[in-house]
């Protein structure tokens, strides 16, 4: 069964710096990934998604994400943060039909002024 | 409107209790899902339903049952509910194709 690891439960920046969140995974066929992020008391928004197109996916908020088939890997990154970033992120895979959706244990993260 | 609703949005219950969390879409997804999360664990599939006569275990269907009215509901059920149940449940749904699943608001349950 496919699974994701979400390196790091806490990542710290300052306003405007990199965001930078690590997400690899582990599928015996060629997965779909997504990230999804969790605001405070509310539900998880999807961020982006790679479904076996480009590699390079482009999502909401500025958000962007690589899916590195030889590392498997789908890092999350983010040019300059914002304050209203905070928030946390969970990667999630799943197979073609998406009858078992895989998260990570999330990632929350923090941007000082 | 929301498209994934959920009722009730917190509830606190004793052990031993019976309690029904209930989840509605208006978006016309076939497909839907329920998730716990606790923390440090992220959220785990509980069971899922393809359509109104599918019905799947997920990888911690133990203690639950569910029951799909409707194609636009769909309720989770703690027959007697136990305090590691406690968690922050969550309704999800997908199209056919099932490549995005949409998330209602969460339920925080408590058992005590």
């Known amino acids: 069964a496919q699974s994701v690891t979400q390196l790091g439960s806490h990542v710290s920046v300052s306003e405007g710096a990199l965001v930078l969140l690590r997400c690899n995974y582990s599928?015996?066929?060629?997965?779909?990934l997504f990230w999804y992020v969790q605001y405070p008391n509310q539900g998880l928004q999807l961020l982006l998604k790679y479904t076996s197109a480009a590699t390079l996916v482009k999502g909401i908020n500025g958000f962007e994400a690589e899916f590195k088939k030889s590392e498997t890997s789908f890092h999350l990154t983010k040019p300059s943060a914002h304050m209203s970033d905070a928030a946390e992120y969970f990667c999630?895979?799943?197979?073609?039909?998406?009858?078992?959706?895989?998260f990570g244990a999330g990632t929350r993260l923090t941007v000082k002024p | 409107d929301a498209d994934v609703t959920q009722t009730p949005r917190n509830r606190i219950t004793k052990t031993g209790k019976r309690i029904m969390l209930e989840c509605s879409q208006t978006?016309?997804?076939?497909?839907m899902y329920w998730y716990r999360q606790d923390p440090g664990l992220g959220l785990r599939l509980i069971y899922y339903?393809?359509?109104?006569?599918?019905?799947n275990k997920g990888e911690i269907s133990d203690g639950y049952s569910v029951s799909r009215q409707a194609q636009a509901k769909f309720s989770l059920s703690l027959e007697s509910a136990i305090p590691n149940q406690t968690a922050l449940y969550f309704c999800?749904?997908?199209?056919?194709?099932?490549?995005?699943?949409?998330f209602g608001p969460g339920t925080r349950l408590t058992v005590t």
């Open positions: 599928s015996s066929v060629p997965p779909y």
């Open positions: 978006k016309g997804h076939d497909r």
């Open positions: 999630a895979v799943s197979d073609i039909g998406n009858n078992d959706m895989r």
């Open positions: 999800a749904t997908s199209d056919t194709m099932g490549r995005e699943q949409y």
């Open positions: 339903s393809f359509d109104v006569k599918d019905i």
